[in-house]
């Protein structure tokens, strides 16, 4: 385990380095710490599974945790420590997790009204009107946003606990189309703010923090807006869902959201039948004609 840690952590993105330490140090070591490597067996593989499975760990996080035993026991295997792998689970079946979104545009607005009291407003805004991930959002630097070409270049995440940037999820490089009204609530934040990269920073001029944004911050702005309970990132699912029901292509929606499926960005939209049906054009009407250029984007509210 330590040689695991020592030698190929350090060789992977720092934020699964730290999520792989995670399952080593509190689930692996405790079940496999007084067993010799050369005898484990996949007796013992299903019973370590047995006992996570008997906790409350969520299936996929018992999967990343056998994940990770897997790659250890092969890297045993290059290395020379054993022969063979005696891993030979199949993964548990992971159900699709739908997160609530905020389908009626009321809420939306009464949501933005209620963050416009708050230092906080053009980030709430972006994660609307883009649906970036948290992440990406605390990432965004100055330099990433064009005022010129009215795009924004997400490259990279900023990840609280290591104080450092990280790639973007899938390492999924993307540019993302802003509207006028999202260019003018973002050039005010960039001028507004006194740190040397963030567009999005406290009242002391900080870096903001992704896990108080999500909490406190996040809770208090749904108390006030009156609106039903959502989790942050269930603003990326608003943004997706708005983008299809105004008439946006899934394909484009997938390069948007940074996915390297486009089966993940039909569950991040809700693409039941009803959904579907609401982006059929009647082309006997002028007002149907949907704009898809390369440059259009969700414009939830006006500016």
């Known amino acids: 385990m330590e040689r695991f840690e020592s030698i190929h952590l350090p060789t992977i993105k720092v ?14 070591f405790p079940f496999f710490k007084f ?3 050369d005898q484990i067996t996949a007796l013992q593989i299903h019973e370590f599974r047995r006992q996570l499975q008997a906790g409350t760990l969520a299936k996929k996080s018992i999967n990343h945790a056998t994940d990770v035993l897997r790659l250890m026991l092969n890297k045993a295997v290059k290395w020379g420590y054993v022969d063979r792998n005696p891993y ?4 548990l079946k992971v159900e699709a997790k739908e997160y609530p979104w905020w389908e009626d545009p009321g809420d939306i607005s009464k949501a933005l009204e209620a963050a416009a009291n708050t230092r906080y407003y053009a980030l709430f805004r972006t994660a609307l009107e883009t649906g970036m991930r948290l992440g990406e959002l605390v990432g965004l630097s100055k330099a990433d946003v064009s005022f010129e070409r009215g795009q924004m270049r997400v490259h990279r995440q900023w990840l609280d606990k290591q104080k450092c940037y990280g790639s973007c999820k899938g390492n999924n490089i993307r540019t993302i189309p802003m509207h006028a009204g999202l260019a003018s609530v973002l050039k005010t934040a960039i001028e507004n703010s006194p740190h040397p990269e963030a567009v999005f920073v406290t009242r002391t001029g900080r870096r903001v923090m992704a896990r108080k944004m999500a909490g406190e911050t996040f809770e208090l702005v749904k108390l006030r807006a009156k609106v039903p309970d959502i989790v942050f990132h269930g603003l990326r699912h608003t943004f997706a869902s708005h983008y299809m029901l105004n008439g946006g292509i899934v394909w484009d929606l997938m390069q948007i959201l940074g996915h390297a499926d486009v089966k993940m960005t039909q569950r991040y939209a809700h693409l039941s039948p009803r959904y579907l049906n609401a982006g059929v054009v009647d082309w006997s009407r002028s007002e149907s004609l949907t704009d ?12």
Not at 88 to 91: A, G, Q, S
Not at 292 to 303: D, G, Q
């Open 15 to 28: 934020g699964t380095a730290e999520r792989y330490k995670i399952d080593i140090r509190y689930r692996i």
């Open 35 to 37: 067993r010799r490597l």
């Open 88 to 91: 030979d689970l199949d993964r």
């Open 292 to 303: 898809h250029s390369p440059n259009r984007t969700l414009k939830i509210v006006s500016s």
